[in-house]
């Protein structure tokens, strides 16, 4: 892609930005994919997502594995790894962050299908993961594992 930041209009790719202070007022971005007709996954992985429990307020952590299969925008990655940092000084619960990660990109994005699985640490020896998906994926994408074991001391 020879676009630049400001023919994409982009607010935040190429400058120091802060952490946004909530998932609200956080500034989720898209750039035009430049493969639209081509059915492919694109997949984030963020190994160390952070958020704080909305009752005790102590720190949850989680594995998140994001993928999608787009169609005419993707998700730019600074503003991604942005909002998502941008939950470290939210309360909710863990089913609460998964599902309004994917309904945000969703909004987003509109892409042809997405799936997000929250591999959640044990609070009070629980481990909870967290799952959601849009539907069926098209037939003929390679969907590969999200690559994490069910919890046995997740490393």
Known sequence: MSNTDNELNLSQLGKQ?????SPQTATLESVP???PGTHYLARFTVPEFTSLCPVTGQPDFAHLVIDYIPD??????KSL??????????????EGCTIEIARRLEQLLSPIWLRIGG?????????IDVFYQSGDAPKGVWIPDQGVAPYRGRG
């Open 17 to 21: 930005t802060k952490t946004p202070v």
């Open 72 to 77: 005419q925008l993707l998700v730019e990655s």
């Open 33 to 35: 994919n430049p493969h």
């Open 81 to 94: 790894k942005l909002y998502l940092s941008s939950f470290r000084n939210h309360g909710a619960f863990h």
């Open 119 to 127: 591999y959640w640490y044990p609070r009070g020896g629980i481990p």
